[in-house]
């Protein structure tokens, strides 16, 4: 970065003020777009935000986004500069006498990545810096530092950290002469956990009285992360021993046990470990399952495909015997229809994905016939649309199934046949795949199917006849505000839908933001996937 240096710069006070007005290229203060503002030694950093603490509208424009306080002789950085500088990405206070800097005070530069404090008198650093997750280069050397807090192992977007020149006591001595992320990769895996979080326990079921004695039964929904996912490149803030499979496959068979589940439905699941692993487990428990793996392994060495992920779902015997099951690829699908192919866009699209699902027909002692689907939808938001045919597919295949059904109850009449759609559908709430599966129908000029057209699947609205209503939102209201919680993204795409003869008592709670945050994201020491598993409790209507 350029420097405009000499002890005669003049700062016009009304610049300071208005920053969203900009500071004129006339200006010795201003050298370019993206240039530090260097504040004269004979303003204070209070001064400086004081006469900038300005109303400017959402609109402003921002001429600069650094700040160059170095060799000013400071002692202190205002507790007001977050306020005045939200969008600031570099500063430079090298060469003060800061003897402390409070984390929380940064954490307000919310867009901060290039922070620059050497050569100063810090001793102490305080805990708190692993909240600044914009940071990407962070220089403490030459100060009087003698301990590293383990959170700045959190700081996972970090390229280069210089803790050179410093007393360090609690770091190897090789690692603090390394100006790269060597130290936060070391603390990411040295940290102690965060606490486990509280228990989730299950809310809504004194809603429902005297219907609670109905037969009932409790289904599990999980994205796992499939072990060929759980990487450095997609999980950085997670330590490398939460990381390993074998941790957390652990922890993913506590929660399926601990649930309880009648009905479990799984999402990236290997073939490998459902074959050489889950299934064998949980047959100790009672349990019988069925896999459908996604559809390239059937162009893959047999090796291979062994690493290859799918739907897994496990049913208690005792509970449910399985009459039937259907396994379901929506390439297969698309390549069956004639019109659909005469479209070279519509076809492509939809070939190039191998995402699959399965159904499974299954008798409850009772005698009710329900009908699971368990499904892995396309994760690419650049494809709605696809997202959006692959789940009309997918309730088309069930409505499909449930007409061919039949239950007879002791007295001869026919019982309705139950249906449960589950799994990982990629899709926010305000989705058109939402929309779809909430309320029956879709326009066929809806936004997300982005004026692909589909051969018969868009030759006219969109529709089912399920007639689904999610079990989260019929408990609580609304969806939850996550099911899946990465650095990088956060929202509800994970759901569990019934038929209007099943009646959601209770569902378990997802954790909270709190929760998922204590190890910056998801997967963490205590949640072994960026997933976060459902638990529903249905009973049959009367």
Not at 273 to 290: K, M, T, V
Request: charge should be negative; hydrophobic fraction near 40%; proline fraction near 6%.
């Amino acid at each position: 970065q350029r420097r405009v240096h000499g002890t005669s710069l003049a700062l016009d006070r009304k610049v300071m003020a208005s920053p969203s007005r900009g500071i004129p290229k006339s200006s010795s203060a201003y050298d370019g777009i993206g240039s530090p503002l260097r504040i004269p030694k004979s303003f204070s950093s209070q001064e400086v935000v004081r006469e900038s603490a300005v109303d400017e509208g959402a609109g402003a424009s921002r001429p600069w986004s650094a700040i160059d306080m170095s060799g000013s002789t400071l002692r202190v950085l205002s507790a007001s500069i977050g306020l005045c500088y939200p969008w600031l990405k570099r500063l430079d206070v090298a060469q003060n006498k800061i003897r402390f800097v409070d984390p929380s005070i940064l954490c307000t530069l919310s867009a901060l990545e290039s922070l620059n404090l050497s050569a100063n008198e810090i001793q102490e650093l305080g805990m708190g810096w692993g909240k600044l997750s914009s940071l990407r280069a962070l220089d403490l050397s030459s100060n009087a530092i003698t301990f590293v807090p383990p959170d700045f192992g959190q700081l996972f977007l970090l390229d280069a950290l210089d803790m050179t020149l410093n007393p360090i006591q609690n770091l190897p001595q090789d690692l603090v002469a390394r100006t790269d992320s060597s130290i936060v990769a070391y603390l990411r895996d040295v940290a102690p956990p965060p606490a486990p979080p509280a228990p989730r326990g299950f809310v809504g079921a004194e809603m429902y009285g005297r219907g609670s004695d109905a037969p009932s039964f409790t289904l599990f929904c999980y994205n796992v992360l499939c072990d060929a996912y759980a990487t450095r490149a997609m999980h950085p803030h997670t330590p490398s021993w939460a990381l390993d499979w074998s941790y957390r496959k652990a922890l993913v068979l506590q929660e399926l046990l601990a649930s309880h589940a009648d009905i479990i439905c799984l999402q990236e699941l290997q073939l490998s470990e459902f074959e050489g692993w889950l299934l064998p487990e949980l047959s100790r428990y009672g349990y019988d399952g069925l896999f459908k793996v996604k559809s390239r392994a059937k162009t893959m060495h047999p090796d291979r495909a062994q690493l290859v992920d799918g739907c897994a779902t496990f049913y208690r015997r005792g509970v449910f015997a399985l009459e039937a099951s259907d396994e379901l690829e929506f390439a297969t699908v698309a390549m069956a229809d004639a019109e659909l192919r005469q479209s070279e866009d519509a076809f492509t699209r939809l070939m190039t994905r191998d995402n699959v699902a399965l159904i499974v027909s299954l008798r409850a002692m009772s005698g009710a016939l329900v009908i699971v689907a368990n499904t892995h939808i396309h994760f690419d938001p650049r494809f709605s649309d696809v997202k959006t045919i692959q789940v009309l597919m997918l309730l088309q295949a069930c409505a499909a199934k449930r007409s061919k059904a039949a239950v007879f109850g002791p007295d001869g009449r026919q019982r309705p046949v139950h249906t449960i759609v589950a799994g990982d559908f990629n899709s926010l709430p305000n989705s058109g795949v939402y929309e779809l599966l909430a309320k029956g129908h879709l326009s066929a000029d809806h936004t997300d199917l982005q004026g692909v057209a589909y051969g018969q699947f868009t030759a006219g609205d969109l529709r089912h006849n399920l007639r689904l209503s999610s079990a989260y939102a019929t408990v609580l209201g609304s969806e939850p505000l996550f099911t899946n919680y990465t650095h990088a993204f956060r929202g509800c795409i994970d759901y569990v839908w019934a038929s209007f003869g099943l009646r959601p008592t209770a569902v378990l709670q997802t954790p909270s933001v709190q929760d998922a945050e204590a190890g910056v994201a998801l997967p963490s020491a205590h949640f072994p996937s960026d997933h976060v598993s459902l638990v529903v409790r249905y009973a049959f209507a009367e």
